[in-house]
């Protein structure tokens, strides 16, 4: 079946540092791809995107690399801060345009 | 303003009864959908209407029933709740010009969320 996942549940990163966040798609028709980052009590907000056309892709302090190739996806953020601790979710969108959701990775910043 | 607005924000109610979560979004969006988030935090769409027209129908109880009375508002009905109905529910909505199928390159808004407590 069609499948998001993430390699790590729980992601502790000193302030300051950078932090990488991995998913792991099983569709290969997915062709858009997105980060949502969720804070405590909140909806999901969105980070950044990704069509299958490409393969990186930059915004404020945050960096999204899509490999088709080993069917991955990561999230890079740069010089963490405490606020963006919070839990970070990947999407893939395939199949009838339905976005499916990955299991989530908590981010945890250590001042 | 709130972009995408849901109540109520908490909703406890006993097993067998019936209540509806109210979504409205304020971003002039043609599409709007319901999603479920459990214990886990594992998000799982159920349904989304574009221009009031149902496109997605996820496995869901058909004890759920949406209800999308114009493009601005998109409500959850839920008859005969049962404990695992219990989760936090999230109402989303999207640009997608009226396209069909829909193009989700625009990314989705999502509110605030209802958390719903069965007993």
């Known amino acids: 079946g069609e499948s998001v996942g993430l390699h790590l549940p729980t992601l502790s990163v000193q302030e300051g540092d950078n932090s990488i966040i991995n998913c792991a798609y099983s569709?290969?028709?997915?062709?858009?791809f997105i980060w949502y980052k969720q804070e405590s009590g909140k909806g999901p907000q969105f980070i950044i995107d990704?069509?299958?056309?490409?393969d990186k892709r930059q915004g404020q302090r945050v960096t999204v690399l899509l490999n088709k190739t080993v069917k991955h996806l990561s999230l890079q953020i740069a010089a963490t801060q405490p606020g963006d601790s919070a839990v970070y979710f990947c999407?893939?969108?395939?199949?009838?345009?339905?976005?499916?959701f990955g299991t989530g990775t908590k981010l945890q910043v250590i001042p | 303003d709130t972009a995408v607005s849901q109540t109520p924000k908490y909703l406890v109610t006993q097993m067998g009864n019936d209540k509806s979560i109210k979504c409205e979004q304020n971003?002039?969006?043609?599409?709007m959908y319901w999603y479920k988030q459990d214990s886990k935090k594992f998000l799982k769409i159920m349904f989304s209407?574009?221009?009031?027209?149902?496109?997605i129908n996820e496995t869901v109880p058909n004890r759920f029933s949406p209800k999308s009375p114009d493009k601005a508002h998109l409500n959850l009905h839920i008859n005969s709740l049962e404990l695992g109905d219990s989760a936090v529910y999230f109402c989303?909505?999207?640009?997608?010009?009226?396209?069909?199928?829909?193009?989700?390159?625009?990314?989705?808004?999502f509110g605030p969320g209802t958390r719903l407590t069965v007993l």
């Open positions: 989303a909505s999207s640009h997608e010009n009226g396209r069909f199928p829909v193009n989700s390159y625009n990314e989705q808004f």
């Open positions: 569709n290969s028709a997915s062709d858009y």
């Open positions: 990704i069509r299958s056309n490409m």
């Open positions: 999407a893939e969108r395939g199949s009838y345009q339905k976005v499916t």
């Open positions: 971003l002039g969006h043609d599409t």
């Open positions: 209407y574009n221009n009031k027209e149902l496109i």
